[in-house]
């Protein structure tokens, strides 16, 4: 399954923490990885709640798959954070990259 909002809703998350000037570049950062992660999650609910309304078998499915989006998300917010992988976030404006500050 396809999910063709994400891109945009990165761009909107990034865009959004970014702005936040009073954070570090790597919170701006995992938190924009946890917005997107949590909003392509969402997606994913809210299409299983469409397969679940027409008695399709599936949405349980579909519902440990955004909760593995969201698990993942969480994963990698936490390693940007703690340093041990890097992150490119993009706005309309410019191109933030960190590098891993603790390589495993």
């Not at 399954?1 to 990165?10: D, E, F, G, I, V």
């Not at 998350?13 to 992660?37: P, Y």
């Not at 698990?71 to 590098?99: P, Y």
Request: charged fraction near 30%; aromatic fraction near 0%.
């Amino acid at each position: 399954m396809r999910l063709k909002p994400t891109p945009l809703l990165l761009m909107v998350a990034a865009a959004m923490t970014l702005a936040a000037c009073e954070k570090k570049t790597t919170d701006a950062q995992a938190d924009a990885v946890r917005d997107t992660s949590d909003a392509a999650a969402a997606d994913i609910d809210n299409k299983a709640d469409v397969v679940e309304n027409k008695g399709e078998a599936n949405a349980d499915a579909m519902r440990e798959g955004a909760d593995a989006v969201r698990d993942r998300g969480e994963n990698k917010a936490d390693a940007i954070e703690a340093g041990t992988v890097g992150a490119t976030t993009k706005t309309d404006q410019l191109t933030t990259t960190t590098k891993p500050t603790d390589p495993k």
